[in-house]
C-alpha cells in the first residue's frame, strides 16, 4: 500500500513537473517570438492593403504606420481618395483616437472598437495591436512539426472575441509564420500566414496575408519602406501630431 | 459667366498639375476633394423637388518640411432650383442655374513658431470645439452654417488666429482670436423660415407686412471680435477641456418692433431692429471609454452681457395718445443658461454600432426657458466588409412643454443607406420622417417628409 502511495506521488510530481516545464517552454517560445517582433525601439512604414474577395476582385487601401515600443502607434490612410487622411492613434491601456479630416477634430474612440473589422479588412483593432502575446494569451506548447513550434494560446482577457488561438513559431529564428483563430464556439474563424525577412538587425513582417473562413475573404498586408529606430519619441505619438 | 468658366478651368487645370506633382513627389501640393450631388424629394404628393445641390470641394495641403502646412478648401456649388419670375431671368444664367464659389478654409499653420511646444495657425479656419457627436454647445469660435437645416452641427470657417501650446503630450492650451464678427447664416430653400421666431402680436392684429433692419457690431477690436481660451487635458483615462469664449450670439435678437396700421381691418405692418448680443460662453466637455462604452459629456453655460428686452412701438396704432406708447418684453435675462449633451456608443463584434445622446438644449435655442429637451439614438450596422452601412434605427424625440407632452412634442426618425460602389462612390439613400406638435425646430418639419439622395465621388 505504501510503495503504491510512493508511485502516486512520484507520479503526480513528475506529472506536475512535465506540465511546468511544457509550459515555462511555451512561454519561453513565446517570449522569444514577442521578443523578435517587437524588440525595435520605433519603426515607420508604408503599408499596402489588398482586400480579396470569394470572386478574386482585388481592392488596395495605402497608409503609413509609425510605431514606437508596443504602445504607442500612429496608421494614416493615403489611399484611396475616399479614405485619406484618415487616421488612427493608439496609445497605452486601451487610449485610442480617429481623426477624420472632414471633422477638423480627433475623436476618442471606446475600446469596445476593438473586436470590429478594422477599415474594412479581416484583422480587428485587436489584431492590429501590437501588444505582446505573452500579456494577452496563456500558451501551451502543441507537439512540434519539422521547422515550427506549435503553441495554443487561451485569451488572459475574458472579452476576447477569440476562444484560443494555434500559432507556428519558426523553430530557429522565433518569428510566426502560421496562426488559427478560433471563435467563442471554437470554430475555426480566420487564418494568416507570415512572411518574414530580415531588415538590418529586427525580422520584419513583410507580408501577411489573413483569411476570413466564413466570409471567404483575404486581407493582405505588406510592408515597404520599412525604417527602424529612428528615435521617434512619445511626442510623435499625440493628438497634435495626429492633426497634423 | 466669363469668370465662371475661368474658375472651373483654372480648378479643372489645377486638379490635373497637382495629380502629377504628387506622383512625382510626396511633399508636392496635395489635391483632394469630391464631386457630390445632393437631391431631395418630399413624400408628400405633388412630390415636390426640397432640395438640388452638386458641390464640387477642392482641397489643397501643402507641408513645408514638416515645419508650416498649407491647407484650404473651396466649394464650387449650383445650388437650389432655378426662381424665374419675369422673361428678363431667361437670359440670366445665374438664375437659371445658380451658383456660388465659397472658401470653407484656407490656412497656414505654422508648427513650432518661437517655441518647440507653440503652433500658429492664421487664416479662415474651422476651430471645432466639443467631444459629442454634431450637437456641440461649446463649438461657438465658427458662424454655424444652418443654409442646409437638416446638417446639423455644420459651421463656416472664421478669419482667425489661433496659437495652440502643448505643456506635454497631455495638456495643452489653445487661444483664439477672431477679429471680425461672422453671423450664422440662414437656412435656404423652402427650409428658409423654419428658425424664424414666431411673432406675437397684440390681440385683434394681424400682420401684413414685415421689415427689418439689422445691426451688426461695429469693425473694431472692442465690438465684433470674439477671443477665447481652451484648456485641454488627460488623466486617469479622461479626456477634459474647459474653455471660454468671449463671443455674440449668432442669430439675431429683436430689440425694437414699430408696429403701424396697414389697413382699417387690424393690419399692421412691422418693422423690427435686429442686433447680435454679447454673450460669455464657458464651457466643458469630458470623453472616456468605461468597459467598452464610448461615454461623453459636454456642456456650455451662456451668460449674456446684457439684458435683452424687446420694445414694441404700438404708438402709430394709439394716435390720440398723449405719450408713446410701448410695450416692453424681457426676451432673455442677464441670467446664466447651461445646455448640454450627454452620450455613449459602443461598437458591437459584428461590425455594428451604437450611438445615443441626450441633448439639453438645441444648437438655435437660448435662455433657461427655451431650451428643449431631447434625445438622438443611431444604430448602424455593416456588411460585406464595410461596403454597405445600414441605419434602420437613427432619429430621436423632443419634448417643448413637460406639463402638456400631447402638444408640445416632434419625434423624428432618419434611416439610412449607405454603398460604397467602389473605393471612392458613395451612394446614399435617407429617408426623413417628421412628426410632432408645437413650437419647435422638428415638428415644423412635419410639413417636410422626404427622401434624400447623394452620391460622392472622392478624388
Redesign the interface.
Known amino acids: 500500500m505504501k510503495t503504491v502511495k510512493l508511485s502516486v506521488l512520484v507520479s503526480a510530481l513528475f506529472l506536475l513537473f512535465g506540465l511546468n516545464a511544457n509550459a515555462q517552454d511555451a512561454n519561453t517560445i513565446l517570449k522569444k517570438m514577442d521578443d523578435v517582433m517587437y524588440s525595435a525601439k520605433d519603426m515607420t512604414a508604408k503599408v499596402e492593403i489588398v482586400l480579396i474577395d470569394k470572386s478574386g476582385k482585388e481592392k488596395t487601401r495605402e497608409a503609413l504606420i509609425s510605431q514606437k515600443g508596443t504602445k504607442e502607434r500612429i496608421f494614416r490612410f493615403t489611399a484611396p481618395a475616399s479614405q485619406a487622411g484618415i487616421a488612427v492613434l493608439s496609445l497605452p491601456k486601451d487610449v485610442m483616437y480617429l481623426y477624420m479630416p472632414a471633422f477638423g477634430k480627433e475623436r476618442r474612440i471606446s475600446s469596445s472598437v476593438k473586436s470590429q473589422g478594422f477599415a474594412g479588412t479581416d484583422f480587428t483593432y485587436d489584431d492590429m495591436e501590437s501588444k505582446p502575446y505573452t500579456e494577452k494569451y496563456t500558451p501551451k506548447l502543441l507537439p512540434a512539426e519539422k521547422d515550427v513550434y506549435v503553441l495554443e494560446l487561451k485569451p488572459l482577457s475574458p472579452r476576447s472575441q477569440y476562444s484560443k488561438l494555434i500559432l507556428k513559431v519558426n523553430k530557429s529564428e522565433f518569428y510566426p509564420t502560421y496562426m488559427e483563430y478560433y471563435d467563442k464556439g471554437n470554430h475555426k474563424l480566420k487564418e494568416s500566414t507570415y512572411h518574414f525577412v530580415r531588415i538590418g538587425k529586427y525580422w520584419n513582417a513583410q507580408e501577411i496575408e489573413m483569411k476570413n473562413l466564413k466570409k471567404n475573404h483575404i486581407t493582405k498586408m505588406i510592408m515597404s519602406d520599412v525604417k527602424y529606430d529612428q528615435g521617434l519619441t512619445d511626442n510623435d505619438f499625440t493628438v497634435r501630431k495626429l492633426k497634423e | 459667366m466669363k469668370n465662371r468658366n475661368i474658375i472651373i478651368i483654372f480648378l479643372i487645370a489645377m486638379i490635373f498639375s497637382t495629380k502629377a506633382m504628387e506622383a512625382q513627389n510626396e511633399n508636392a501640393l496635395k489635391l ?1 476633394g ?1 464631386l457630390q450631388t445632393d437631391q431631395r424629394m418630399l413624400l408628400k404628393s405633388p412630390n415636390d423637388w426640397a432640395w438640388n445641390e452638386n458641390r464640387l470641394s477642392v482641397k489643397l495641403e501643402k ?1 513645408m518640411k514638416g515645419k508650416a ?1 498649407f491647407y484650404s478648401e473651396v466649394w464650387l456649388r449650383n445650388i437650389g432650383l432655378p426662381n424665374i419670375v419675369h422673361s428678363s431671368d431667361l437670359y440670366n444664367k445665374n438664375i437659371l442655374s445658380p451658383w456660388n464659389l465659397e472658401i470653407r478654409e484656407a490656412y497656414v499653420e505654422i ?1 513650432g513658431l518661437f517655441s518647440k511646444n507653440l ?1 500658429v495657425k492664421i487664416g479662415r479656419q ?1 476651430i ?1 470645439w466639443g ?1 459629442a457627436d454634431k450637437f456641440n454647445p461649446t463649438d461657438n469660435v465658427n458662424p454655424y452654417d444652418f443654409e442646409d437645416i437638416l446638417d446639423f452641427g455644420r459651421h463656416r470657417g472664421s478669419d482667425a488666429v489661433t496659437l ?1 501650446y ?1 505643456f506635454s ?1 497631455d495638456y ?1 492650451l489653445q487661444s483664439v482670436f477672431v477679429p471680425f464678427f461672422q453671423p450664422d447664416n440662414l437656412p435656404v430653400g423652402m427650409f428658409a423660415n423654419l428658425l424664424n421666431m414666431n411673432m406675437e402680436l397684440p390681440q385683434g392684429l394681424v400682420l401684413k407686412s414685415f421689415t427689418d433692419q439689422v445691426s451688426t457690431p461695429r469693425y473694431n477690436i472692442g465690438e465684433s471680435s470674439t477671443a477665447g481660451l481652451k484648456f485641454k487635458g ?1 488623466a486617469r ?1 479622461v ?1 477634459f477641456s474647459f474653455s471660454y469664449l468671449w463671443g455674440h450670439d449668432g442669430l439675431p435678437f429683436d430689440a425694437y418692433n414699430t408696429l403701424v396700421p396697414f389697413d382699417t381691418l387690424g393690419g399692421v405692418s412691422v418693422n423690427a431692429q435686429l442686433y447680435f448680443p454679447r454673450t460669455h460662453i464657458f464651457g466643458f466637455d469630458f ?3 468605461l468597459g ?5 459629456g459636454e456642456s456650455a453655460v451662456f451668460l449674456p452681457e446684457h439684458k435683452h428686452v424687446m420694445t414694441t412701438d404700438v404708438s402709430a396704432l394709439y394716435p390720440a395718445s398723449p405719450v408713446p406708447v410701448m410695450i416692453d418684453s424681457v426676451m432673455l435675462d442677464k441670467k446664466p443658461y447651461a445646455k448640454f449633451v450627454l452620450g455613449a ?5 459584428n ?1 455594428s454600432y451604437l450611438n445615443i445622446q441626450y441633448l439639453h438644449g438645441f444648437v438655435n435655442e437660448s435662455g433657461s426657458k427655451n431650451l428643449n429637451d431631447y434625445v438622438v439614438l443611431r444604430y448602424e450596422m ?1 456588411f460585406f ?3 454597405l452601412k445600414v441605419a434602420p434605427i437613427s432619429g430621436g424625440a423632443v419634448v417643448t412643454d413637460w406639463k402638456n407632452v400631447k402638444n408640445n412634442y416632434a419625434i423624428f426618425y432618419v434611416p439610412q443607406i449607405t454603398y ?1 460602389a467602389t ?2 462612390v ?1 451612394l446614399d439613400l435617407t429617408a426623413g420622417i417628421f412628426s410632432g406638435k408645437g413650437d419647435n425646430l422638428f415638428a415644423k418639419l412635419a410639413d417636410y417628409n422626404m427622401l434624400m439622395f447623394k452620391m ?1 465621388y ?2
Open positions: 483632394r469630391y507641408k502646412k508648427y503652433d474651422r471645432a467631444t495652440n502643448y503630450s495643452s488627460f483615462g479626456d470623453a472616456t471609454s467598452g462604452v464610448g461615454l461623453w456608443d459602443y461598437s458591437f463584434a461590425n455593416k466588409e464595410d461596403k460604397m473605393d471612392n458613395e460622392k472622392s478624388f
